[in-house]
């Protein structure tokens, strides 16, 4: 599936007024106007509705309370909704539908998803990167790219310094560019991807186990040898046996006379090693029933994965035998087995309701998302689960060990000690007490002994699992190579022919040989040489040749990531003359015209080509600093169904 996205339309509005509603198509979309009348607002609004975080609003934009987009993609027509705001990281809300259905929507139809990736849901970028079919990457080993660093490649915006690729960010590195780049380009491909996310996984399982293990080391380290699980478990055999011969000893001391002083002491203890047993016996209970339990959650939650992993899978069947065969024709209502009566041409055999391009699309991906979401949270849930049933059968352990130690006291206590051997006795209880005391510090030591085995054996084996990963991973970045390079060379190739097409006049190029580039360390150049454009305007040509070369270059190679789309805001920015401009803009119509395959580029202008001036390639009226290109056109009530 080829990643694609096509902006269908844009609506501004403050209030209930609309201060922008304008449909754009496929292919060349041109605004134009003159300087200071609002093209550049525009271009940000399209920005800033895809997901681009902008803080730094001009006066004119910040009249506006939100910006909505219909976007098509492979997976259907969604339409998106971001308040204006100079806060960062703006949240965005969803409808899986066109925006006419979207205006008259409640708000319990749409959902809102984070700028950030949070822990039980998805980000907008993760919902717009599967609606596109872009693969979710790595920017630097800990973070995913998002819509907004896809979007500083893909808008080229007159702010930024025109020796560089991509949109100045705050926190950008040369990570995160040279992962934007080879994403757009192809280069890793959906595996690759795939393993960078699991190795981040991995990574960070790794590090919550060794901090864990860290903690348990510390509490050990006064203990030395004796926290060795083998050394405790025959510490605690050899006690038990010392605290068996004990209470032989003091059975045999036993007789049927009781002295009454002695007789008042045990029932006493007797009375109070009751009261312990009980409390005893009711933690094991309620620990045994409470293990008992959750082993039932988790045996229903696992069967309820599997049905969501079948559920997902089945789904994904289906969508795939309806992109194959289409809509089917019922001659019986799978229902109730009538005979189903004909419908109107376009509407659904079955429920008559009429069928619009995409919709069924939008919510085939509605409900795939649910699906994900579900099994995402589950499984997240059953990892708790099982973790909290190791921990009370650790518990469990303890518990009865406790349980069995007063058994036995209550059983001694019940012989009843003979006065004459009064002293002897006492002096084996108390024995038998310290021991009692040592068995139950030598079982918490041996919790804490296979906790730490087991953390280290899990430690053990994620390590392995990362240098598993990370040999995967450079033997995928090694293999994609050649592909880096085709990539490289198709981009630079048809980078060389726009460069080759520039009016002889006025290009200051000379002869081009190639153009190289670096998305890691952010610069084009002709020939190797950055400053070989001599002019400001000559620069412009060359980067937005670069960027409407790889626009390009995806066009013709389907493994590109880059989702046939890109946005050049005034591209005869720098002084250029008009006639390098209209140029410009003619190749652009014409490579456009030329391509079968589904496309889109915006571009703004001042200095329109005359004969593109009037044509169906124009979004919008001319603007002017009289008549911006935000103004009050009427209600959102009107424009529902404009």
């Not at 060379?489 to 097409?501: F, H, P, V």
């Not at 610069?523 to 040489?529: F, P, S």
């Not at 571009?603 to 169906?616: R, Y």
Request: charged fraction near 25%.
């Amino acid at each position: 599936m080829r990643s694609q996205l096509i902006v269908d339309r844009m609506l501004v509005y403050q209030a209930s007024n609309v201060l922008y509603d304008e449909r754009f198509h496929r292919g060349v979309n041109i605004i134009h106007g003159s300087n200071g009348s609002g093209k550049s607002t525009l271009a940000d609004f399209i920005f800033f509705g895809l997901g681009g975080d902008l803080r730094e609003w001009k006066p004119y934009a910040s009249r506006a309370d939100a910006v909505m987009l219909q976007l098509t993609t492979p997976q259907g027509t969604i339409t998106t909704k971001r308040y204006i705001s100079p806060d960062a990281a703006r949240p965005m809300d969803i409808y899986f539908g066109p925006m006419d259905q979207a205006l008259a929507a409640g708000t319990d139809l749409w959902r809102r998803y984070s700028y950030s990736r949070p822990d039980s849901d998805y980000s907008f970028s993760q919902i717009l990167f599967r609606a596109i079919g872009l693969p979710e990457a790595i920017s630097d080993g800990a973070s995913n790219l998002t819509m907004h660093q896809i979007l500083r490649f893909l808008y080229v915006d007159q702010l930024t310094p025109i020796q560089r690729i991509f949109r100045v960010d705050r926190w950008d590195t040369w990570q995160t560019r040279q992962a934007i780049g080879e994403l757009l380009a192809g280069v890793g491909g959906y595996e690759l991807y795939d393993k960078q996310i699991l190795l981040r996984e991995v990574e960070k399982k790794h590090k919550d186990v060794s901090a864990t293990l860290t903690n348990l080391m510390a509490i050990a380290s006064g203990y030395g040898e004796n926290i060795l699980v083998d050394n405790i478990e025959t510490s605690i055999a050899s006690a038990s046996q010392e605290r068996a011969t004990l209470l032989a000893a003091i059975e045999k001391l036993s007789n049927d006379e009781d002295d009454g002083v002695v007789m008042r002491e045990l029932t006493a203890a007797q009375a109070e090693a009751l009261k312990s047993f009980r409390i005893s016996r009711r933690k094991v209970v309620d620990l045994t029933d409470a293990i008992e339990t959750l082993e039932y959650e988790i045996a229903d939650a696992d069967a309820f994965l599997e049905h969501l992993d079948n559920s997902l899978r089945d789904f994904n069947d289906a969508a795939l035998t309806f992109s194959a065969l289409g809509r089917l024709d019922f001659d019986f209502c799978p229902a109730c087995f009538a005979v189903v009566k004909e419908k109107a041409t376009g509407h659904c055999q079955l429920c008559d309701e009429p069928h619009k391009p995409g919709a069924n699309d939008s919510r085939t991906l509605a409900v795939k998302l649910d699906l994900q979401m579900q099994l995402r949270e589950s499984a997240v849930l059953q990892e708790q689960r099982r973790a909290e049933l190791k921990t009370m059968t650790t518990n469990l352990r303890i518990a009865k060990v406790e349980l069995r130690r007063i058994t036995t006291t209550i059983e001694v206590s019940r012989t009843g000690p003979a006065s004459e051997r009064e002293v002897n006795i006492a002096t084996l209880s108390r024995k038998a007490g310290f021991i009692d005391s040592q068995l139950e510090v030598l079982q918490k030591r041996l919790e804490l002994g296979r906790n730490i085995s087991a953390l280290s054996q899990q430690k053990e084996n994620l390590n392995a699992d990362m240098n598993r990963l990370k040999r995967q991973i450079e033997a995928i970045r090694l293999s994609q190579e050649q592909r880096k390079h085709s990539a490289y060379k198709m981009i630079s190739d048809t980078a060389k022919g726009l460069l080759d097409d520039d009016l002889e006049e006025h290009s200051d190029f000379g002869k081009v040989d190639y153009v190289n580039f670096s998305f890691a360390e952010d610069w084009v150049a002709v020939n190797n040489d950055k400053n070989r454009a001599g002019s400001a305007s000559g620069m412009v040509v060359l980067k937005n040749s670069f960027a409407a070369a790889t626009l390009l270059s995806s066009m013709t190679d389907a493994d590109f990531c880059l989702p046939r789309w890109m946005l050049l805001d005034n591209i005869e920015d720098k002084g250029m003359v008009e006639e390098r401009s209209w140029n410009f803009q003619r190749l652009l119509v014409s490579r456009s015209s030329q391509s079968a395959h589904i496309h889109q580029v915006i571009f703004t202008t001042s200095k329109i080509a005359p004969e593109l001036e009037g044509s169906d390639l124009v979004v919008g009226r001319k603007y002017t600093k009289k008549a911006p290109s935000l103004d009050f056109i009427g209600s959102l009530e009107a424009h529902r169904d404009a």
